[in-house]
């Protein structure tokens, strides 16, 4: 049992977020949210060319992000740099797809991949691997994301050729 209650709100998450959660706090405090999609539904932009990213708050060492994703949009294969990442799904589903990081193979090797449903949260950092997101879901889906490192650019991986750019991600 979480110390912390359910989240029903935005107000409730940015509440928590300010009072200082820490790392395993993080966690702890996106397993508790529970919103209706309603709750920020007014917030999500959609796009017919690319999922749309939408900062909802970001501080020092943090950033709250908004992710609208149509049917089989995908973000590109990513790294963290020295961040941390945690997903959670308001509404519909996605696939994350984990590379190896180090064995930089062309094309690049499919580590695993893992069903982020909704309600589920989900963590990423280097350590684990790179990574891409799908919605797989044949409906839109909307995810909250979290993040450590919110001014550093990460490393953006060609899933093909292996090459590597620098990209301001979040
Ligand atoms: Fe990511």
Redesign the pocket.
Same mark, same amino acid.
């Given at each position: 049992m979480s110390t912390i209650p359910k989240i029903k709100t935005l107000p409730q998450l940015l509440k928590l977020i300010h009072s200082g959660a820490g790392y395993d706090g993080i966690a702890e405090m996106l397993h508790q949210i529970d919103f209706e999609y309603e709750e920020i539904e007014h917030l999500c932009e959609w796009s017919d060319e690319s999922y749309q990213k939408i900062s909802i708050e970001k501080g020092d060492s943090y950033e709250l992000m908004l992710m609208c994703w149509e049917p089989d949009q995908e973000?590109p294969v990513?790294? +963290?740099a020295s961040g941390q990442?945690w997903?959670y799904v308001v509404t519909g589903m996605l696939q994350e797809l984990l590379f190896y990081k180090d064995d930089v193979a062309k094309p690049l090797e499919i580590k695993f991949t893992e069903t982020i449903n909704e309600g589920d949260v989900s963590y990423?950092n280097d350590e684990q691997g790179i +990574?891409?997101?799908v919605n797989t879901n044949h409906e839109r889906t909307v995810s909250l994301?979290y993040?450590t490192n919110p001014s550093e650019e990460?490393t953006v991986y060609d899933e093909l050729s292996g090459e590597e750019s620098r990209f301001k991600?979040h």
């Open positions: 973000s990513h790294d +963290h990442g997903i990423i +990574h891409k997101i994301h993040y990460v991600l």
